[in-house]
């Protein structure tokens, strides 16, 4: 079956840029998702890459994606403490009305 | 913009209580999903539904059941609560037009409803 693979947590300093890394088995994909969701709220899109792209830029994410290895990454620049939150990698698999499949979520921990 | 609401944030129910949890989207949205979330684990899909009066097991609907009788509700029920059932409740919804329809295959969520049960 599917699988969604990221580590559970990543701390970082103020002001640094964070890297969260994913890695997926699906290569059937069409999309594929990163969510952020803050304490005690439900899931929110934060942006989402087509899987015939390499990289999506928007402000401060950069989404880079690696189709031949299956992995995902989102870099955060000038990381701030608003960011601190559980972010998660989701996939299509291929679409349909099942959903998405989903990482464990990993804790962007923000160091002073 | 996309609302999911889930109609309780919180609930507190004993062992072997009937439970509901209500879920509304406004987005004429023809997919909903129930998942649970627990620490370490993630989002697991109980159950979800792609049109009225469909759906379809998830990865752990056991202990649970669903009811989706208009397009806009799905419901979740636990007939009898036990404490192991005790976790965060998030609601999705999402559209079926694929591509063509310019689908992202996004899902929305609601704020969650967490649930303990004693």
């Known amino acids: 079956g599917e699988d969604v693979e990221q580590s559970l947590f990543l701390s970082v300093r103020e002001g640094d840029s964070s890297v969260i890394n994913c890695t997926y088995t699906?290569?059937?994909?069409?999309?594929l998702y990163w969510y952020k969701q803050e304490p005690g709220a439900g899931l929110q899109l934060l942006t989402y890459?087509?899987?015939?792209?390499d990289m999506k830029q928007d402000q401060r994410l950069t989404v880079l994606l690696n189709k031949k290895d299956k992995h995902l990454s989102l870099r955060i620049a000038d990381t701030q403490t608003g960011d601190s939150a559980i972010y998660f990698c989701?996939?299509?698999?291929?679409?349909?009305?099942?959903?998405?499949?989903f990482g464990k979520g990993t804790h962007l921990i923000i160091q002073p | 913009d996309v609302k999911v609401t889930q109609s309780s944030r919180y609930l507190v129910k004993r062992t072997g209580e009937k439970v509901f949890l209500e879920c509304v989207q406004d987005?004429?949205?023809?997919?909903m999903f129930w998942y649970r979330q627990d620490p370490g684990l993630g989002l697991r899909l109980i159950y979800f539904?792609?049109?009225?009066?469909?759906?379809e097991k998830g990865d752990i609907p056991e202990g649970y059941s669903v009811s989706r009788e208009k397009k806009e509700r799905f419901s979740l029920i636990l007939e009898s609560a036990s404490t192991n059932q005790t976790s965060m409740y998030l609601c999705?919804?999402?559209?079926?037009?694929?591509?063509?329809?310019?689908?992202?295959?996004?899902?929305?969520f609601g704020e969650g409803s967490r649930l303990t049960v004693l």
């Open positions: 999705a919804s999402s559209l079926n037009g694929g591509l063509i329809r310019g689908d992202t295959g996004e899902l929305f």
């Open positions: 699906d290569s059937s994909s069409t999309y």
């Open positions: 890459i087509f899987s015939n792209m």
């Open positions: 989701a996939e299509d698999s291929g679409g349909g009305a099942d959903g998405l499949t």
């Open positions: 987005m004429d949205h023809e997919n």
């Open positions: 539904s792609y049109d009225v009066k469909m759906k």
